[in-house]
């Protein structure tokens, strides 16, 4: 292949990277970081930077920032490829880590911090009436935060296999705490 020529992808691979763009955006990731990451997601072999950016029809800056970036969630990472000098990236392969990998961060980055101010929050003293019920709904959602936290930190410390045999349950959990069926039907 010609340096400057563009690998080409198949139409379900453009349309995937596309749409995972484009839920990207929808979950607060930058578009291109999205693609970028669904572009590494789908490759056999680790790709280059450049490789990358010529792919995607995107910036070569771009591309660095974004490798950075998906560096700091943990599913992408830096590989050596024998014989070339330049860096390669893969993203992880297993749906199931990743996922892990990916609410584990969201929890660090967003639920951690919020526990910690809500906290902060109801420590400060009471200001009247007003603020005893500001402070009731903070209380309950700290409870709520705290309990998600718990669950997931329970969830974290399963294996991939187990993951897959709870989420296969389903139903059956309601059926096992004999809860009636769907609240929202």
């Known amino acids: 292949m010609k340096e400057q020529e563009k690998p080409l992808l198949s139409p379900a691979a453009q349309k995937f990277i596309l749409h995972w763009g484009e839920m990207g955006t929808r979950w607060g990731v930058n578009r291109t970081v999205a693609q970028i990451h669904a572009l590494l997601f789908l490759s056999p072999r680790p790709l280059e930077a450049e490789e ?3 792919t995607l029809s995107v910036a070569r800056s771009n591309v660095s920032t974004s490798l950075r970036e998906l560096q700091g969630w943990r599913i992408v990472r830096s590989v050596s490829v024998l014989g070339d000098r330049r860096q390669h990236f893969e993203s992880l392969k297993d749906v199931w880590e990743m996922f892990r990998i990916i609410v584990e961060e969201r929890k660090r980055r967003e639920f951690d911090p919020t526990i910690a101010v ?14 005893a019920s500001a402070r009731e709904k903070m209380g309950e ?4 935060i705290s309990t998600m936290s718990g669950l997931f930190e329970e969830f974290r410390n399963l294996s991939p296999s187990a993951m897959k045999r709870i989420t296969k349950l389903r139903g059956g959990i309601r059926r096992l705490l004999q809860v009636p069926g769907n609240v929202a039907s």
Do not use: N, Q, T, Y
């Open 52 to 54: 990358i950016a010529r």
């Open 118 to 131: 809500v906290r902060e929050c109801l420590a400060e003293p009471d200001k009247g009436a007003s603020d």
């Open 141 to 144: 959602m700290l409870e709520f």
